[in-house]
C-alpha cells in the first residue's frame, strides 16, 4: 500500500498544482465573455435614465451595479473572482491583449444582430 501512494503522490501533487494555477483566474474563454458583457452594461448604462434626470453621457449607478451583479450570476462568479482574474491578466500583457481582442471582435457582431432584430 505504501508503495501505491509513493508511486501515485506525485500525480495527485502535480493534478492540485494545475487546479491552483487554474482557479487564480477565470479561462480567458469566459473572462471574454464576462467583459463583453460588461462593455454592453456599461454603454446601456448611460442610456437609463433616472428620476434625477442625469446629465447626457453619465452612467446610471443604480443600473450599472444591478448589471453587474447579474452578469455575475449568469457567469456564476463572485465580484472577488472578477476582480483577481483582472489583476492576473494586468499582470499577464498577453494574455490581457489577447483576451480584449476577442472582446473587441465580439462587440460589433453583437451590435449587429441586435440592430438586425429590431428592425
Known sequence: MKKCFVLFMP??????????????????????KVLTDINIAEAYSTEVKDSLHRAPNTKNIDSLARYYKD??????????????????????????????????????????MSKKKME
Not at 12 to 32: F, G, N, T, Y
Not at 91 to 112: G, R
Open 11 to 32: 500525480l495527485i501533487l502535480l493534478l492540485s498544482c494545475e487546479r491552483l494555477s487554474k482557479k487564480d483566474h477565470l479561462p480567458s474563454k469566459v473572462m471574454a
Open 71 to 112: 452578469i455575475f450570476a449568469h457567469y456564476n462568479i463572485t465580484a472577488g473572482q472578477f476582480t483577481a482574474s483582472m489583476k492576473w491578466y494586468e499582470s499577464h500583457p498577453q494574455e490581457m491583449d489577447s483576451l480584449y481582442q476577442n472582446v473587441i471582435t465580439s462587440l460589433p457582431v453583437l451590435d449587429s
